[in-house]
């Protein structure tokens, strides 16, 4: 766990620190678009998202897996070395378990929605010395393959997401976590696509976080301490996204509310790091009342949720650096 208390001070500060900016630097310095190629529509790709194809559980028990999934898969923290640090995560490659025709890295990247998964610019397990970019796959309906992985084929889901974290991101999961992945990526189907783009909305931010929230008390009810840990410090992330998303003028109470819970989820890790007697119960009973404090905290950035960068003309001026009316 040393290591994702590393990150987390990366994470969260990075976060924080650009969250702070001043109202008029471009929207691609949101982390959210970080990754974009220059002839994306930032504006576009930070307020619609292409929709998550999740089928539901049909097994019992499986549910739990699927969430710790889903919540791994959109975190930096199952990765390790640069990738970690600079924010990746399976989310900005395969967004929404997709691919992503805007994906852009130098020396990573070719065209648009591609990337070389040989390159030691995230790990040298797979350097090849050769520049080989191939296109991100969409990963719905990726369970009735024969095979998986475009670069290096796996004979299974679990191996290839295992490869996939440790070979080419220098991970250092758990099998839980590796497991929640598995389950994530096995239910995406077609059948289950939203007709349409999805909005990006502070509601549907926060509904992700509660997600992980409920899960890191599922994690701690099966006394899975680490695996509730980086369920916690994931939240954390999520919510310096949307911390950042809410730069401009008359949004300070918003962002405090936001840094407020952050660093109740932080008190609450500190109980799981510090081996409190019966810790994971205590911890248990304050993560409800952290989802009690997120759903408070909902109701305020949805009050002001126009302002902020969810909003399509917020962030049309903040491209063409005009300011905000008053």
Known sequence: MRFWRDCLIVS???????????????????????????????????????????????????????????????????????????????????????????????????????ADVTSSLFSKTRE?????????PTLVDIAGQDSFGVTAPQPSIHDFVASAVAEEFQGVATPT???????????????????GETAQTSA???????????????????GEAATADFLLLSAQHQLGLVHERYQGKGLMMERGLVADLSRRLAEIRSGLHEGEDN??????GKT????????????RLRRKEQKSLYNEEQLRRLMAREPAPQ
């Open 279 to 284: 810790a994971l119960v205590a911890t248990a």
């Open 12 to 114: 969260i500060a990075a976060g924080i620190t650009l969250s702070g900016a001043a109202y008029g630097q471009s929207a691609s310095l949101l982390s959210e678009a970080q990754w974009n190629s220059p002839a994306t529509d930032d504006v576009a790709f930070l307020t619609r998202t292409p929709g998550e194809c999740l089928a539901p559980a049909k097994k019992p028990g499986v549910e739990y897996q699927i969430e710790l999934g889903r919540a791994a898969f959109s975190s930096p923290f199952l990765f390790g070395g640069p990738a970690a640090r600079s924010g990746l995560s399976c989310n900005s490659c395969h967004r929404d378990g997709r691919d992503n025709p805007d994906f852009y890295l130098e020396g990573l990247s070719g065209a648009p929605g591609t």
């Open 204 to 222: 549907r931010a926060v509904s992700d976080i509660a997600r992980m929230l409920r899960t890191a008390d599922t994690a701690m009810i099966r």
């Open 177 to 195: 976590i590796i497991d929640g992945i598995v389950a994530y990526v096995a239910h995406l189907n077609a059948g289950f696509c939203p007709e």
């Open 288 to 299: 409800a009342l952290a989802l009690d404090q997120l759903a408070r905290v909902e109701r």
């Open 128 to 136: 090849d010395n050769v520049f080989n970019p191939v296109l991100i």
